[in-house]
């Protein structure tokens, strides 16, 4: 305004202000003065005003110059003295406790509360903000804004006239990003005085360096429950072993989509543009589009065109834009151009075993579901490639499935299923899916009847299976349906019993449907003989040569004892031609039938 008045070389007294509107939009608050200029003079100041300070927007319309008017509003700039911290950081907490959303009130507390709780444990400089230009992201630099401005102001701490941002910001940033998303992100950067570390390398190796180069102990993160990464995650959680030492404090973990929406349209924050196209989760351009369900359909055939983001109704859909991170023939490994037929001919077909739970690799429970399982497995054909007891831990669960399911064509899965905090089965396999774990309305269903007014907890929380992944397969004797996550199958059996019934359910399903085949049943031959290892070690190696499709097995029950040497295979006659053929390399009666057999069924 001084300017303005020296510009003009008015009088001051010309000038009066007749009105002031301090608006409590989110941020920075345009401020609205409209000048009253009792003597018409020149208009040739207005754009000189504009070059001498442009982060005001001065409004003066004609209409209203000729009646004496001239209106700035005076706006936020990044260079802007006024910019800052304070008091737009205020202006959130304003906003939130204005609004009559309940629901998003506690949120809000919540994730302020955490993120104090973080200020209070680290110093600004051991803490980090991970951005990048997301709905979460974006509802979480807001909220890290307001907490630190109300921690600050606890502490008794002025941040009036602090031009940046203490907390530092870090950005991966990446060349599939969105343009959008980019620009977004450094928008945000200068409207807010972030200070930004770019890193273009991967999260891992990223954060390696960072961490080595800064005084870094925790990081912020927008990350949701729903998030394929959420799985097994609390608001304080560690980072994953493997993951240079940080602590990872995820504020909003526990927000849904609503509340992310409804904090971002009750504050009017800035948002990536992106939403306003139908994009509800953004990753990479290769992997995302928008939501097909917020299409508006046309029957011009014309380009298609998408509601805005905040529309959705289920935010279980927020990533429908997005694509799964497997390949087809993982997907479905009988789809890599290898029939069941060809499969089936040949016996080839593998699966791995896997126990999840502590007290059975601790051995403080005898693992007898794992023996059980893998006999059934066999029974029906098929080889077990390889059978693991894992941690109760989700990254464990993940790492294997993720493993096991691409070089097997079925994993049988059994130990941590249910409401437990240790049970991290379900968690694990929708890691490795990359899907999320979300409540399946269905096995709620069953979960309501099995458990009824028994359940003390949230009953949505126990059905949460991996989304989009999951097929439910239903069998009358079953009280509540088994689990299968494309060529992963979860056995919820706690004991023997259980299993049986399990399983039996399972074969009969596969039967009637097309689960997976069921192939021709392996048989046993078994010799014995007192023949010493090193004597029969030569003969046998040959052996295997000339009979690959028969696996030959060897081993002892006492270091003493007589070695007892298997033959198994789809077909009794080869397993035959074997045996004999070994007992001809050596003297008649050197090796004698056992029946085994009793015990692989
Ligand atoms: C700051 C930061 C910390 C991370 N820490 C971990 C971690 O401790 N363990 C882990 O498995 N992944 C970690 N990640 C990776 C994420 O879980 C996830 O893989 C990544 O955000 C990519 O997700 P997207 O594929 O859905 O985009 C971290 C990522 C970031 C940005
Ligand atoms: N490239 C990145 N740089 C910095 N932080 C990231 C990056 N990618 C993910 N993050 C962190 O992980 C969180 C979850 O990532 P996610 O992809 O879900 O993004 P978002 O902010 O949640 O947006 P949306 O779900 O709409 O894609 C982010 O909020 C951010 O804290
Ligand atoms: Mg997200």
Redesign the pocket.
């Known amino acids: 305004i001084s300017i303005l008045r020296n510009k003009t070389k008015t009088p001051k007294q010309n000038f009066q202000s007749i009105s002031t509107d301090k608006q409590s939009v989110a941020f920075k608050p345009p401020v609205f003065e409209i000048l009253h200029l009792n003597k018409r003079g020149s208009l040739s100041f207005l754009p000189l005003l504009f070059v001498f300070h442009f982060p005001f927007s001065i409004g003066a319309s004609s209409v209203l110059i000729k009646r004496g008017f001239i209106i700035l509003k005076l706006c936020k700039c990044p260079i802007c003295p006024y910019s800052g911290i304070s008091p737009e950081g205020m202006e959130i907490d304003k906003a939130i406790r204005d609004c009559d959303d309940r629901r998003l009130k506690t949120k809000y507390n919540n994730a302020i509360y955490v993120v104090k709780r973080a200020l209070a444990l680290y110093s600004t400089e051991e803490v980090a ?10 509802v ?1 630099l807001h909220i890290l804004r307001a907490a630190f401005f109300l921690h600050k102001e606890e502490e008794g701490c002025s941040v009036d006239g602090l031009k940046e941002f203490p907390i530092r910001t ?5 060349s599939s ?1 969105f343009p959008e998303i980019n620009s977004f992100t450094y928008d945000m950067a200068t409207n807010y005085g972030l200070l930004m570390d770019i ?1 273009r390398t991967d ?1 891992k190796s990223g954060l390696e360096s960072l961490l080595k180069s800064r005084p870094i102990r925790a990081i ?5 429950i729903g ?1 394929p ?1 959420a799985v097994g995650q609390e608001q304080f959680s560690p980072s994953s072993p493997g993951w240079p030492p940080f602590m990872r404090v995820n504020p909003i973990l526990d927000w849904s989509y609503r509340d992310v929406w409804a904090f971002i349209l009750t504050c009017k924050v800035q948002y990536c543009s992106l ?1 306003d196209q139908g ?5 990479s351009i290769h992997d995302t589009l928008p939501n097909a369900l917020l299409c508006i359909s046309n029957s011009t055939g014309s380009e298609e065109k998408f509601r805005p ?1 905040y529309l959705l109704s289920d935010g279980r859909s ?2 429908a834009g997005r694509a799964k991170r497997f390949s087809p023939s993982v997907l479905n490994p009988m789809s890599n151009g290898t029939s069941n037929v060809d499969l089936q001919k040949h016996g080839m077909l593998t699966a791995s075993v896997i126990a999840v739970g502590d007290e059975i690799l601790f051995g403080t429970v005898e693992d007898q579901l794992g023996l059980s399982l893998r006999r059934k497995v066999h029974s029906i054909g098929w080889s077990i490639s390889h059978t693991s007891i894992l941690r109760n831990d989700i990254d464990s669960v993940a790492e294997e499935v993720e493993l096991r399911r691409s070089s097997n064509e079925m994993v049988f899965i059994y130990g941590g299923v249910g409401p437990l905090f240790s049970d991290a089965t379900l968690g694990g396999i929708a890691k490795a899916f990359g899907v999320r774990l979300a409540p399946d309305e269905e096995f709620e269903e069953y979960l309501r009847h099995l458990i009824g007014e028994h359940c003390t907890g949230d009953r949505n929380e126990m059905a949460q299976l991996p989304e989009g992944i999951t097929e439910l397969l239903h069998h009358e004797k079953l009280p509540v349906p088994l689990i299968k996550c494309h060529n992963v199958i979860v056995f919820t059996a706690t004991n023997i019993v259980e299993l049986d019934l399990q399983w039996d359910c399972l074969i009969e399903l596969t039967r009637t449907g097309d689960l997976f085949p069921l192939l021709e049943p392996y048989k046993s031959k078994h010799l014995t003989t007192k023949l010493s290892d090193v004597e029969i070690a030569p003969s046998l190696a040959k052996l295997c040569l000339e009979f690959p499709d028969i696996h030959i097995g060897c081993y002892r029950e006492s270091r003493s004892g007589p070695i007892i040497i298997s033959f198994k295979g789809k077909n009794e006659e080869r397993n035959q031609l074997a045996a004999d053929a070994l007992s001809k390399k050596f003297q008649p009666g050197a090796f004698s039938d056992i029946n085994l057999n009793s015990q692989e069924t």
């Not at 912020?220 to 949701?224: D, E, H, I, S």
């Not at 994009?279 to 990753?283: L, P, V």
């Open positions: 903000f991970s951005f990048n230009g997301g709905k979460d992201s974006t979480l870090i950005y991966f940033e990446s990003a890193i999260f912020f993160l927008g990350v949701r998030d990464t939403y994009y509800t989760s953004i990753g983001a927020e990533r």
